[in-house]
């Protein structure tokens, strides 16, 4: 192929791709697609609403047009703007399926974090709010109720599709008891449970963890099947199931804690038990899981030594422990759920 024929524009898109990332996130933070939920405004009826000065109005509300989060009828100042289908079903915030919350911790969090990407690259040492003297990201978390709760609400839109895809796809029927190891909301016992009505499941979580989960087990009303049990992964044996999960956890661990984990679950599994890890699991060749490469990379930004991983690499540590069997199921998006038979 000759150099004339060459194209930038993936570079250059790329590039510029912030400035789009930018834009979504503070549409979620002001609230738009919520406050345009089920109805219709004019961009100056909307930047009102916002607080927004005119000079921005127009840019920002017809970029997220051409963007295709929101839909707008006519031109000029009299067009009105609505939520596109997808906007009004995950980024309206009263909707079940709202995946916002994670936005907003991009949007708080994240985004000056990835910042110091470079000094992560270099020293190996986490960017958050460590770096700066601050409590861990956890630590905080767990001594505050009311943030846990709202940190949990936030990745509970993301979770909800791998688990639901999960409860779908894999074969629970051979299985009596599930238990889901750093369970948090305990939602994805409540969507296996909900699917699969001879499955008893149990939400394994730290102490303050557990009213969260309860309340969550009763609003949908599997408070009989669904139980919550407390603990350390790191210092107390796992509560024994046919089917232990582990939903986006061994990735935020070094490889000494992830085999830690990996044993627990081995020695609390019966004979034919199984082992799920879900997670954006990169692929084998490592060329083509993009979401899941910046996942690990992310881990680096959070904690340093913790990095995402292959369906090989989960094979080849669930082996040394006496794993017999694997299999990856993949399960929405960038995520695959990996999957170790006793």
């Known amino acids: 192929m000759s150099q004339s024929q060459l194209d930038p524009s993936g570079i250059l898109q790329?590039?510029?791709?912030f400035w789009s990332s930018k834009v979504?996130?503070?549409?979620?933070?002001?609230?738009?697609?919520?406050?345009?939920?089920?109805?219709?405004?004019?961009?100056?009826?909307?930047g009102a609403e916002l607080g927004l000065h005119p000079r921005g109005i127009a840019d920002f509300f017809d970029a997220l047009v051409a963007m295709k989060f929101l839909q707008r009828e006519g031109d000029g100042v009299s067009?009105?703007?609505?939520?596109?289908p997808e906007a009004e079903l995950f980024l309206d915030e009263k909707s079940?399926?709202?995946?916002?919350?994670?936005?907003?911790?991009?949007?708080a969090r994240l985004f000056k974090f990835w910042h110091d990407l470079p000094e992560a690259l270099r020293t190996g040492k986490p960017q958050n709010e460590v770096k700066h003297g601050q409590k861990g990201i956890f630590e905080e978390l767990y001594a505050d109720l009311p943030k846990l709760e709202q940190f949990m609400g936030a990745m509970t839109g993301l979770s909800r599709i791998n688990f639901e895809a999960l409860a779908e796809k894999f074969d629970f029927s051979k299985y009596q008891t599930l238990c889901d190891v750093g369970g948090a909301t305990g939602l994805l016992s409540i969507e296996v449970a909900k699917r699969h009505g001879h499955l008893k499941c149990t939400s394994f979580d730290l102490p303050p963890v557990e009213p969260i989960a309860q309340k969550h087990i009763v609003s949908a009303g599997l408070d009989g099947r669904v139980s919550t049990a407390v603990g350390d992964f790191f210092k107390?044996?796992?509560?024994?199931?046919?089917?232990?999960?582990?939903?986006?956890?061994?990735?935020?661990?070094?490889?000494?804690?992830?085999?830690?984990l990996i044993r627990a679950a081995y020695e609390a599994l019966p004979p034919g038990g199984a082992l799920v890890a879900i997670e954006a699991l990169i692929d084998d060749a490592r060329r083509e899981n993009v979401q899941g490469l910046m996942m690990s990379l992310n881990m680096l930004i959070e904690f340093g030594d913790a990095f995402d991983y292959t369906g090989a690499?989960?094979?080849?540590?669930?082996?040394?422990?006496?794993?017999?069997?694997?299999?990856?199921?993949?399960?929405?998006?960038?995520?695959?759920a990996a999957i170790a038979y006793k």
């Open 313 to 336: 690499d989960f094979k080849k540590w669930c082996s040394e422990v006496g794993f017999k069997r694997f299999e990856v199921i993949h399960l929405a998006g960038p995520s695959s």
């Open 96 to 107: 079940p399926r709202y995946v916002g919350g994670i936005l907003i911790m991009l949007n």
């Open 79 to 84: 067009a009105k703007y609505h939520n596109t």
């Open 14 to 17: 790329t590039a510029f791709s």
């Open 236 to 260: 107390d044996p796992l509560p024994k199931a046919d089917v232990i999960t582990m939903g986006m956890i061994l990735h935020d661990w070094n490889l000494e804690k992830k085999m830690h």
């Open 24 to 46: 979504l996130l503070t549409a979620v933070e002001f609230g738009v697609f919520t406050r345009l939920a089920g109805r219709k405004l004019t961009g100056d009826e909307l």
